[in-house]
C-alpha cells in the first residue's frame, strides 16, 4: 500500500501474520484526505504566524494530526502519542506539549476564524469533486460535557452537574460539523443569540457559490423553539423545524 508522508509515495506493506504490527494505519487515509483536499496546506497557511522556527512544526500538520487523533478516539492532547508513534504512517508529529502551544496560541491570538476560513476552503474542494448536495439539513443541539476538576470557563449546569455546555451545528446530508460555541455549564439552553450565533457559523461554512443553489432547513429540539431564531430563519429564507 502506498502512502504520501510529506508529499512523497512511501511504500508500506500489509501482511496478515502479526508480524510488525502497525495500529491505527486506517487513520493514514484520514490523513491523506485531508492533503488531497487541501485542507493541511490551508491550515498551515492561516496560522502561518505561529511558526517561530524554520525547522519548527508546521501549525497546520499540527491542527491535523490532533483531528486525526480525535477521530481515533482521543479524548485530551497526549493521545497524540499513538500518531506521533507510528512515523511511517505520519511523518514527524508534534509532541504533545508542542501541541499545546499550538491550541493555546491560536486560542490566544485570535486564530479561531483562521481556522475556520481554512475548513470552508477544504469544504468547498470536496464539494467540487464530489457534488453539491440539493438540500441540506443544520441540525443545532447543546450538549453537556462533564468537567472533573474547576477548568476554565466551567459553571454548574441545570442538571446539577458540573463542566461545559457547548451548542454544535451539524450537516445532516453531509455528515459533516460545520460550527460550535463553547459555552460554560450554566449558559441557557433556549438562547436565542447563541443558536443565531451557531447557525452563521455553519452557513459560512457553505460554499458561496452553492449557498443560493441549495435548499436549507435548520433543525432544533424545544431549546431552539423561539420566536428570535424563526423570524432570524425566515429573514434568511431558510426553512425551519423546532420542536
Not at 66 to 83: H, I, K, P, R, Y
Not at 176 to 185: N, S, V
Request: glycine residues 10%; aromatic residues 4%; proline residues 3%.
Amino acid at each position: 500500500m502506498k502512502v504520501m508522508r510529506d508529499g512523497r509515495p512511501v511504500t508500506v506493506d500489509v501482511t496478515a501474520d502479526a508480524t510488525g504490527l502497525v495500529s491505527h494505519a486506517g487513520l493514514a487515509l484520514i490523513a491523506q484526505v485531508s492533503e488531497k483536499l487541501g485542507l493541511t496546506r490551508a491550515l498551515s497557511l492561516r496560522l502561518a504566524s505561529l511558526k517561530q522556527r524554520r525547522r519548527g512544526h508546521d501549525p497546520g500538520r499540527v491542527i491535523r494530526d490532533l483531528a486525526v487523533t480525535l477521530a481515533d478516539g482521543g479524548e485530551c492532547v497526549s493521545d497524540l502519542g499513538a500518531v506521533c508513534e507510528q512515523e511511517a504512517l505520519f511523518g514527524p508529529v508534534a509532541s504533545d506539549s508542542t501541541a499545546f502551544r499550538v491550541i493555546d496560541r491560536v486560542a490566544s491570538e485570535r486564530l479561531l476564524d483562521e481556522l475556520r476560513a481554512g475548513h470552508a476552503r477544504a469544504r468547498e474542494r470536496f464539494w467540487e469533486l464530489h457534488g453539491a448536495p440539493e438540500s441540506l439539513t443544520i441540525d443545532i443541539d447543546a450538549t453537556l460535557i462533564t468537567a472533573h476538576s474547576d477548568k476554565e470557563g466551567a459553571a454548574g449546569n441545570y442538571k446539577g452537574g458540573y463542566g461545559f455546555h457547548p451548542l454544535h451545528a451539524y450537516g445532516d446530508q453531509t455528515r459533516e460539523a460545520l460550527g460550535a460555541i463553547l459555552r460554560p455549564g450554566n449558559a441557557g439552553a433556549n438562547t436565542a443569540e447563541d443558536h443565531k450565533a451557531v447557525l452563521d457559523l455553519a452557513l459560512a461554512q457553505l460554499p458561496a457559490q452553492y449557498i443560493e443553489q441549495i435548499e436549507i432547513l435548520v433543525r432544533a429540539d424545544r431549546a431552539g423553539a423561539t420566536h428570535d431564531l424563526a423570524d432570524y430563519c425566515r429573514e434568511g429564507r431558510m426553512r425551519f423545524s423546532f420542536g
